[in-house]
């Protein structure tokens, strides 16, 4: 470690030892009881005597006071924050950092703890990545919580991805099996897809929840968290650039809750990621997130697909019972996908398309976002009833759509993502079936509040089916939306009510950086890994290479590359990128119509032409 740059609190928050009461309504009057059980006087809620006490033990002995701590290093930086259980008056309002040197602690940066929220966040610069370093985080005289921080695994030829989401509140207890599982599989890397807790106004109390259930696997290895929809508090989220919505629900576009409210929950799961790409607010002041992380050689890009996204609410035509919801098969699919809706918005989409160009130490390349870009489940809910199009998920709208998946495939990037409780993996169609990148929706991590289930109305497969599959209904379809997707495997629970048929889990994805394959995997949640494969849900694993993430039909090819290199393939015609990917010596680049090309080279970026006005077979 080199000229640790130490980012201290100012001299008088290092002073503190008697705080003054905080503000006991921090989101304003109407919201008293927003995040009520860890604010103002949240003792005397958490007393044996109170009503409507706490979910969990909050008023815990002042020596357990660090809760957990979780982290992400990248570009010489690491970022860690560290989450308390609330403080009392008097105590401390300072939490500190100390890295392990031979058999001592050396502290190297100390913070306030923040509030409402109880968390305290460190940054360290010039961060040497090429070592492991034990770290402990430390609150008063006596309250510690240790940790790892790993090397970055640049030498490993496997970069192994932990792909989970969907943690229901309505089973509070530990995840042992599921703990010991992932310990066990020891991700390098660990990403939280969202909904993390399902408490809504009390997303401190939940945040911690989660933290306990997990932190054991979470302290030693970098973990993305990024919230959804109930981690800020509705049941659905269709962020419109951070308007204000009027209910849970939010089919109208929004945030219900305040602006230091969904501010919180994401200062809570966000701020150990690295800086955002452009940090500009929304709305209201609203931040945002999105980023991206190179890990082993593995860039992944991390977006924020409800933020910017149109509520269908008072934009579209009515084609069901909720706003959001489409039952007529008669419908004209063009009728709800209209000018001027928004997804990723152009924010993200120039974000995406600028980091598919960009493999400063990218060997392979992901896209982590929450929710799918298809819809690829039919029955929904407690009563599994038929929905032909949902418009929560990433389906809608499909021009916005479309026009994410064209950025993910320009890099041949992979997609992982969680939300829709269905564990599934798809390949995605663009143009036509299959020209898209390959996606991974996790399982739910506890499948109790809503179930999917994939069962197509006609009870066959499509085209394309995979050969030999345990799995009746693979190979071609269109979702509700009419969009083209490859269904290559399902998780369907038998029952939702029984806790051992719910088909909840996660999900590990493999980068095998050295040849370009990936491996998908899906793991129930009472297994037991050292049973290999034959504990996994049916139909997995799956594995594919990289190149699969352009599926478009090859016409021809060009040159083939005289060295290693980034290579980037742009049409003349239409001055579309193709595709810009990372290649080997002898690599033949493909292309998709005929016509003229340039074709442009360098180390980590494509910054020379090799080729202008060639075609294939030249």
């Known amino acids: 470690?080199?000229?640790?740059?130490?980012?201290?609190?100012?001299?008088?928050?290092?002073?503190?030892?008697?705080?003054?009461?905080?503000?006991?309504?921090?989101?304003?009057?109407?919201?008293?009881?927003?995040?009520?059980?860890?604010t103002g006087e949240w003792w005397t809620v958490n007393s044996k005597k109170a009503k409507g006490r706490p979910f969990i033990k909050l008023d815990v002995p002042r020596d357990e006071v660090v809760a957990f701590a979780l982290y992400t290093q990248d570009n010489s930086v690491l970022k860690l924050s560290a989450q308390l259980y609330p403080l009392k008056p008097g105590e401390p309002r300072v939490a500190r950092l100390e890295f392990k040197e031979g058999d001592a602690w050396k502290e190297v940066a100390s913070t306030e703890v923040l509030y409402p929220g109880w968390s305290a966040h460190f940054r360290i610069e010039d961060w040497d990545s090429s070592k492991t370093v034990n770290y402990r985080v430390r609150h008063g005289d006596a309250a510690t919580f240790e940790g790892i921080v790993r090397k970055d695994p640049i030498d490993k030829d496997v970069i192994v991805v932990g792909n989970l989401s969907c943690n229901s509140s309505r089973s509070p207890g530990e995840r042992p099996q599921m703990l010991k599982n992932l310990i066990a599989q020891d991700p390098d890397v660990l990403f939280f897809a969202g909904d993390q807790t399902y408490h809504h106004t009390q997303h401190t109390a939940g945040w911690i929840q989660f933290g306990l259930q997990f932190r054991d696997v979470m302290k030693d290895r970098p973990t993305i968290t990024i919230p959804d929809d109930h981690d800020i508090g509705q049941a659905n989220l269709w962020g419109a650039g951070g308007t204000k919505a009027t209910t849970t629900a939010g089919p109208e576009g929004g945030y219900l809750y305040p602006?230091?409210?969904?501010?919180?929950?994401?200062?809570?799961?966000?701020?150990?990621?690295?800086?955002?790409?452009?940090?500009?607010?929304?709305?209201?002041?609203?931040?945002?997130?999105y980023t991206s992380i190179t890990v082993g050689g593995v860039d992944f890009a991390i977006i924020e697909d409800r933020k910017f996204k149109t509520g269908p609410d008072g934009t579209i035509p009515k084609m069901?019972?909720?706003?959001?919801?489409?039952?007529d098969p008669a419908y004209d699919r063009s009728a709800v996908d209209l000018p001027g809706l928004v997804l990723l918005g152009d924010r993200q989409l120039s974000f995406l398309n600028q980091w598919g160009q960009d493999w400063t130490g990218a060997k392979m390349k992901a896209v982590l976002s929450q929710t799918a870009f298809c819809g690829a489940v039919h029955l929904h809910g407690p009563k599994a009833e038929r929905l032909l199009a949902d418009l929560d998920s990433n389906a809608w709208p499909q021009t916005g759509r479309n026009k994410a998946l064209t950025e993910i495939r320009r890099s041949w990037a992979t997609h992982l993502c969680g939300d829709q409780h269905l564990g599934v993996v798809v390949k995605h169609g663009i143009e036509s079936p299959g020209d898209g990148p390959m996606a991974f929706t996790s399982p739910a991590l506890v499948n109790t509040?809503?179930?999917?289930?994939?069962h197509p109305l006609e009870e066959k497969a499509g085209t394309n089916a995979v050969p030999n599959s345990p799995l009746p209904w693979t190979g071609d379809y269109l979702d509700g939306l009419g969009n083209h997707i490859r269904m290559l495997a399902y998780a369907n629970a038998?029952?939702?009510?029984?806790?051992?048929?719910?088909?909840?889990?996660?999900?590990?994805?493999r980068f095998h950086t050295k040849t370009g394959d990936v491996t998908f995997e899906a793991w129930p949640r009472f297994c037991d890994v050292t049973e290999g494969d034959n504990a996994q849900f049916a139909g997995w694993p799956i594995k594919f290479n990289t190149r699969e993430n352009d599926g478009r039909t090859v016409k021809g090819t060009l040159p083939p590359l005289q060295e290693a290199g980034v290579i980037q393939v742009i049409d003349e015609a239409s001055k579309e990128i193709l595709y810009t990917t990372r290649a080997k010596a002898g690599f033949a680049p493909p292309v998709y119509t005929s016509g003229k090309y340039t074709v442009k080279f360098g180390k980590d970026k494509p910054d020379a032409t090799l080729h202008k006005g060639i075609t294939a077979g030249s």
């Not at 130490?6 to 995040?35: C, M, N, Q, V, W």
């Not at 069901?320 to 039952?327: F, K, S």
């Not at 509040?449 to 994939?454: A, D, F, L, N, V």
């Open 320 to 327: 069901g019972p909720r706003p959001d919801h489409i039952n």
């Open 449 to 454: 509040i809503y179930g999917r289930w994939w």
């Open 1 to 38: 470690m080199k000229n640790l740059h130490l980012i201290l609190a100012t001299a008088a928050s290092l002073a503190f030892s008697a705080h003054a009461a905080e503000d006991p309504h921090p989101f304003g009057e109407k919201y008293k009881r927003l995040d009520h059980f860890t």
């Open 494 to 509: 038998p029952d939702i009510k029984d806790e051992k048929q719910r088909a909840d889990g996660y999900g590990i994805a």
């Open 259 to 289: 602006p230091k409210y969904v501010n919180m929950v994401q200062r809570h799961q966000t701020w150990h990621l690295p800086d955002a790409f452009d940090p500009t607010p929304i709305q209201r002041g609203i931040g945002v997130y």
